[in-house]
């Protein structure tokens, strides 16, 4: 069964094909692939984010608070109609990572976001995860914003399943056909050949890894896939974007609105940002 509740750090890193591929075969004297990919080179992860109209969540998040959430619709690969997804509400307080979620059907889970209804109990779900989905929803009115999908390779050391590296790549995004079920393409985030490798630990990384970091430089950045789309899409003014009630238009239009008219952000929103 998938870990439903964990807290961990994330420490996150770009590289170009070359240093992946150097540091992919070094790790394998310390760590192993995951069940699914000793069998398939990648497995495919597609994201549906959600967000206020007035993209709180992410802007809230770009301001680097001492806390910050967020809620995303996860499945692996493009689901059915009928197929299991998760529901994910992510946090983190003062560097720590804290994510819960809960398996839902893909039409429960649109259901759930859109009326802040939890849906009936069934066996496949996390009852404590959805009581808080529940009241997070119930606390902002959110949309969805931005799909965001990658081929990932996973690896577990093999000392300790607490420490966790995974390698993503082909990062595509797309502000249209909002729904998982609608096929996993889209716009390409990072350039060709670019890897976001995340080291994902309950504690401190061994010291075999951060001396393996540092013989082959790698250093550590400040990644998040939804923040970047953020600010290459909407603050960069590229690609186009989704306005409530299921329109697009390009930001190209939006800035010729602009010129033509003054438009504002109500002072007050519907939803409450939490700072700590």
């Known amino acids: 069964m998938a870990i439903e509740v964990f807290n961990r750090y994330e420490n996150k890193y770009l590289l170009d094909d070359a240093a992946y591929r150097s540091f992919y075969y070094d790790l394998l004297d310390h760590m192993e692939l995951d069940d699914y990919n000793k069998h398939h080179e990648y497995y495919s992860i597609c994201n549906l984010y959600f967000d206020t109209a007035h993209d709180s969540l992410i802007r809230t998040s770009l301001s680097k608070p001492k806390y910050r959430e967020k809620l995303r619709l996860r499945a692996y690969g493009v689901p059915g109609e009928d197929a299991k997804v998760y529901l994910e509400l992510k946090k983190k307080v003062f560097g720590i990572v804290n994510k819960r979620r809960t398996g839902l059907k893909l039409a429960e889970a649109y259901d759930f976001v859109r009326t802040g209804i939890a849906p009936e109990h069934q066996s496949y779900m996390n009852k404590q995860v959805v009581a808080e989905i529940a009241y997070f929803l119930s606390r902002y009115e959110l949309e ?23 390698f993503d790549t082909n990062i ?18 990072n350039p060709e050949g670019k890897w976001l490798m995340e080291v994902k630990a309950e504690k401190t990384v061994p010291m075999w890894l951060s001396r393996l970091l540092s013989e082959h430089g790698l250093y550590r950045t400040s990644f998040s896939k939804y923040g970047n789309e953020y600010k290459k899409t909407v603050r960069g003014g590229l690609g186009s ?19 033509s008219q003054s438009h504002s952000i109500p002072q007050q929103e519907s939803e409450r940002v939490l700072y700590v």
Do not use: Q, W
């Not at 990932?152 to 399943?161: G, T």
């Not at 595509?172 to 985030?189: M, N, S, V």
């Not at 306005?243 to 190209?252: D, K, L, M, S, Y």
């Open 144 to 166: 969805p914003k931005v799909y965001l999908a990658y081929e990932r390779k996973a690896m577990f050391s093999k000392e300790s399943r607490d420490l966790r590296i995974t």
């Open 172 to 189: 595509r995004h797309r502000r249209y056909d909002l729904g998982l079920e609608l096929g996993d393409h889209g716009e390409p985030l």
């Open 241 to 259: 974007i989704v306005v409530p009630g299921g329109n697009f238009i390009t930001t190209a239009g939006l800035a010729a609105a602009a010129s």
